[in-house]
């Protein structure tokens, strides 16, 4: 049995597998959220939204740019916990040396167990250790809400509810 759910465990390995590039994306959004808002070229369409939606270009395109900000707000959040586990495990750690191996360069834990000239097991430890670490910043940050549920069940992570 785990330490915590495999929910959040997925949810913290994707965050890590994104690390280099979801602060760039998140930035990346927001300027493209302020152009389309201000780009004065673009359809104003009919009044009056559909299904909750604002009718007015402009609500829209300031909605558009808050959702981008807090996408970012979040990034940013995700990379401070980033950085603090790379103060409690460093490259020259086990754990550091494993997490950056599969995170950072893509190899699998058969092929970090074969470099390493240890058993997969091995590897798998020290890779747990690390993505519960980082989970457990991540709920301290605010980063993952509430207590996942038993599979088939509605659960909530850090992108919201989602259904098994």
Same mark, same amino acid.
């Given at each position: ?25 998140? /930035? ?69 040396? =494993? ?47 509430? /207590? ?12 919201? =509810? /989602? /259904?098994?």
């Amino acid at each position: 049995m785990s330490l915590i759910p495999e929910a959040v465990y997925e949810a913290v390995e994707k965050k890590l597998r994104q690390r280099d590039s979801m602060t760039r994306k998140a /930035e990346e959004a927001v300027t493209r959220a302020r152009a389309r808002a201000t780009d004065i070229s673009a359809p104003t369409g009919a009044g009056g939204g559909r299904g909750g939606m604002p009718g007015s270009r402009t609500e829209r395109g300031a909605l558009a740019i808050v959702r981008a900000e807090k996408r970012l707000e979040r990034a940013r959040a995700w990379e401070k916990v980033f950085r603090k586990m790379d103060e409690i495990y460093p490259e020259d750690t086990n754990e550091g040396y =494993v997490a950056s191996m599969i995170y950072g360069n893509g190899l699998s834990q058969a092929e970090l167990a074969r470099i390493g000239g240890c058993s997969r097991q091995t590897v798998k430890l020290r890779q747990d250790r690390y993505v519960i670490r980082a989970a457990f910043l991540a709920a301290q940050a605010g980063l993952i809400r509430e /207590e996942v549920k038993e599979r088939g069940q509605t659960h909530q992570t850090d992108r919201g =509810v /989602e /259904e098994d």
